[in-house]
């Protein structure tokens, strides 16, 4: 079992930045991605990046591509969600959760930390 909890989130102007942090602990060596989601009210769950976790290659929803980054730290066992000219439509819940292997579903959901961008 792997508990992740993120943090981070708040509100912020449009076309500033926020940067979100997802603590992973428990039983992690298996992990093959980390990955961010996030739910805006009445919509359903959207991809918004994931990070290897062996090499650090990452790979970005086009929605959100050039403007957020995905990083990581190995050895604290937690990735990094560096957001950059926020958009009123980046408002969501943003989630972080584990993939443990090639091929399966993200599993291991963090509580989820709120994003507000106001216009």
């Known amino acids: 079992q792997v508990q992740l909890v993120e943090s981070g989130g708040g509100l912020v102007q449009a076309g500033g930045s926020l940067r979100l942090s997802c603590a992973a602990s428990?039983?992690?060596?298996?992990?093959?991605?980390m990955a961010w989601f996030r739910q805006a009210p009445g919509k359903e769950r959207e991809f918004v990046g994931r990070?290897?976790?062996?090499?650090?290659?990452?790979t970005y929803a086009d929605s959100v591509k050039g403007r957020f980054t995905i990083s990581r730290d190995n050895a604290k066992n937690t990735m990094y969600l560096q957001m950059n000219s926020l958009k009123p439509e980046d408002t969501a819940v943003y989630y972080c959760?584990?993939?443990?292997?090639?091929?399966?579903?993200?599993?291991?959901w963090g509580q989820g930390t709120q994003v507000t961008v106001s216009s």
């Open positions: 428990g039983r992690t060596f298996s992990t093959y991605a």
């Open positions: 990070i290897r976790w062996s090499n650090g290659y990452t």
């Open positions: 959760a584990r993939v443990p292997q090639i091929g399966v579903p993200p599993r291991d």
